[in-house]
């Protein structure tokens, strides 16, 4: 019961502060014994967050009160004993009475008759309970697949139902683990025999170089081979915007908003007779930068804190690349990150879409005549990128190097991340 309680603890932390999972699972895996009670735990909290929807739907049908009104521990209780039930391959007694223990635990030992009656009516009724009935189709796919309305109605404005409807299920399914071999520390063979020779599985990418999957990660950073900086550990479609940078070994590139620093540090690598400058408005993400270039071995970059927005004349016509991955909704991570499509909210798209536009706007200022800007964003609002592109493509200042509108990153077709990625040159 000691893994329920945790994941309990975990998403009221999640709810209540406004935590990220990604962020605080690890101090609850800490107190976790071995890889199995691991695993079990990270099922629990992101199979939960995946869907909450469709639980909430389930259970709104059998509890008798409204969800709102149910003390927030009680609720979460339910929702993962639900889980279990209706999306886990468990023995249902089991299931049931190790959710009631914990909830006793933590507690909450005068709600453990309601826990108890509500996981018996879902565990014999779950077959009907499962089916949704009466909804507008839209409504069924936001119930089903846990994605928030109005996040399809974002794609809708981009792709036909049926492309949503493969996007919206692909990030239900469990997201991959990607990681890239660090090129000034280690070959790729030989970091994969070293880790193969630990007890990793990993299944080189088909469609992106120097990207390797991970099947069970865990512990993975606590492996020498992490702490070493033998690799970075970041998804598909990240590494795949900074192959499209084509860097070569001389350039000065800029990274507009580079923290934590994956891609920055993939660029560091490549340009090694180079310079990169990564900057970060945020101080304390600043940091978060110089310790990963620190642990990858990076001496070719400049790390500062700068709002990238407003001009910094030094930069002017400096730089051969200029990479911008800008700040946006996140709605291409939601596979990996289900908490973010709770938080999120439709206003947020036209804010974050207005800040891409001035930092787009500064980047022209930064580039040398004939630079290359590279602009990227994991999410697939249609503000956030092609209103973007036609701007561009309206603007004499700059010529169009893609043939397309761009190009998306679906998580379909890369198993990765949604991202969305456009090249420009500047006039000279
Ligand atoms: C999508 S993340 C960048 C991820 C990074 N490129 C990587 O691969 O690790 C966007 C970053 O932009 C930063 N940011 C937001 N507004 C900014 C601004 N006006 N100037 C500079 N950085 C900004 C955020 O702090 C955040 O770290």
């Given at each position: 019961?000691?893994?329920?309680r945790?994941a309990v ?8 502060d406004g935590?990220?999972?990604n962020?605080?699972v690890?101090?609850y895996t ?6 199995r009670q691991?695993?079990l735990?990270r099922?629990?909290?992101y199979?939960t967050?995946?869907n909450?929807?469709?639980l ?5 049908q059998?509890?008798?009160?409204k969800?709102e009104?149910l003390d927030?521990?009680?609720?979460w ?18 299931a049931?009475?190790?959710t009631?223990?914990a909830?006793?635990r933590?507690?909450r030992?005068?709600?453990a008759?309601?826990v108890?009656g509500?996981?018996r ?12 009935e ?7 796919l936001?119930?089903?697949t846990?994605?928030p309305?109005f996040?399809?109605e974002?794609w ?11 996007i919206?299920?692909s ?7 990607f990681?890239?071999?660090n090129?000034?520390k280690?070959?790729d063979e030989i970091l994969?025999?070293k ?8 299944d080189?990418s088909e469609?992106v170089?120097?990207c390797?999957?991970?099947e069970?990660?865990?512990h ?8 070493e900086?033998?690799?970075a550990?970041q998804d ?8 499209s ?6 350039d000065?590139?800029?990274?507009m908003?580079a923290a934590?620093?994956?891609?920055a ?5 490549l340009?090694t ?7 970060d ?7 978060l ?5 620190d642990?990858?071995g ?12 407003k ?6 016509e ?5 990479l ?7 709605l291409g991570?939601i596979g ?6 709770w938080?999120?909210k439709?206003?947020?798209i036209s804010?974050?879409a207005?800040?891409?536009s001035e930092?787009?706007e ?8 004939g ?7 994991c999410t ?11 701007r ?12 397309l509108?761009g190009?998306?990153?679906?998580p379909m077709?890369?198993e990765?991340d949604?991202?969305y ?5 500047k006039?000279?």
């Open positions: 019961m000691i893994v329920r945790e603890l975990c998403l009221e932390e999640v709810s209540r935590a990220y999972a962020l605080i690890p101090n800490k107190k976790l014994t071995d890889a691991e695993g735990f099922r629990l909290v199979g967050l995946e909450l929807l469709y909430d739907y389930i259970l709104e059998v509890s008798g009160k969800l009104s927030e521990r009680v609720l209780g339910i929702r993962i004993g639900t889980y279990q039930l209706c999306f886990m391959d468990l023995k249902d007694h089991g049931i009475y190790e009631v223990e909830i006793k933590l507690n030992r005068h709600s008759g309601f108890n509500v996981l009516s879902v565990q014999r009724k779950k077959e009907k309970l499962l089916k949704i009466d909804q507008e189709p839209l409504d069924e936001s119930i089903k846990s994605i309305k996040i399809l974002q809708l404005e981009l792709w036909g139902i049926n492309t949503v409807i493969e919206a299920e990030f239900q399914k469990t997201a991959k683990f990681i890239r071999p090129p000034i280690i070959a994969l025999r880790l193969e020779e630990q007890g990793y599985t990993l080189k469609s170089e120097h390797y999957s991970i069970k990660p865990f993975i950073v606590e492996t020498n081979a992490f702490k900086g033998l690799f550990i598909s479609s990240s590494i795949n915007v900074v192959n940078m084509n860097i070569e070994s001389t000065t590139v800029l990274d908003c934590p620093g994956g891609k540090c993939h660029i560091a690598a340009a007779n180079g310079a990169v400058v990564a900057a408005i945020y101080e304390h993400k600043v940091g930068i110089k310790d990963y270039a642990r990858m990076i001496k070719n970059m400049e790390v500062v804190q700068q709002d990238s927005r001009e910094r004349p030094y930069w002017c400096k730089f051969d690349k200029i911008l991955d800008a700040p946006c909704s996140g991570v990996r990150k289900p908490d973010l499509r938080k999120r439709r206003e947020d804010e974050l207005a800040i891409q930092l787009l500064m980047s022209y200022k930064y580039l040398k005549p630079g290359i800007l590279t602009y990227s964003v697939m609002s249609k503000e956030e990128t092609v209103d973007h592109f036609y561009l493509d309206n603007n004499p200042n700059w010529e169009r190097i893609d043939e509108e190009q998306f990153l679906l077709k890369t990765g949604g991202f990625v456009m090249h420009w040159k006039r000279a």
